[in-house]
């Protein structure tokens, strides 16, 4: 009898219901800017503060166009891998704060020979079902998840 295949990979795409969710978010934030009874040069200042938050994280984090957006998750005998155009496969360890629900995924991870934590939203909608939930399940019971690249 032989052993299952410790080998998983799997991509996403840009999320609708995530893009839906980052401008609903930013939407309040500049109304409450102006709702809020501050001086201008502080309203000023906030409103450059979330353009500029949407100019990083809508390309890299939502509708993945940057070349350095990650879209991929593989494991497999050299432990856990992330992909993006620029780089390709990369090691990374994965870390415990990782969070795998039904409705997103929330990968938490540090790249190999960065000390800095860096995380992914992979909501349902950016894959397949049964991918979505092959993903929830391999990183709730995989072996050794945590483990450092070697």
């Keep these: ?38 001086p201008i040069w502080a309203s000023v200042l906030g409103i450059f503060a979330c353009l500029a938050h949407g100019a990083g994280t809508l390309p890299r984090k939502i509708l993945l166009t940057h070349p350095k957006a990650f879209m991929g998750l593989r494991r497999d ?3 856990w891998q992330l992909w993006n155009r620029a780089s390709g496969w990369q ?22 020979g960065e000390r800095r934590i860096r995380s992914i939203c992979v909501p349902r909608d950016s894959q397949a079902a049964d991918l979505h939930r092959r993903l929830r399940v391999r990183l709730t019971f995989s072996r050794r998840r945590w483990a450092a690249p070697e």
């Excluded at 410790?6 to 969710?21: D, G, I, P, T």
């Excluded at 090691?91 to 190999?112: C, H, N």
């Design 1 to 38: 009898m032989s052993s299952p295949s410790n080998a998983f990979e799997c991509r996403w795409h840009a999320s609708r219901q995530l893009l839906a969710v980052y401008l609903l978010a930013q939407l309040f934030a500049l109304g409450s800017l102006f709702l809020l009874s501050i």
């Design 77 to 79: 005998a050299d432990g």
């Design 91 to 112: 090691p990374v360890q994965l870390r415990p704060d990782s969070l795998a629900l039904p409705l997103i995924v929330v990968l938490r991870f540090r790249l190999q």
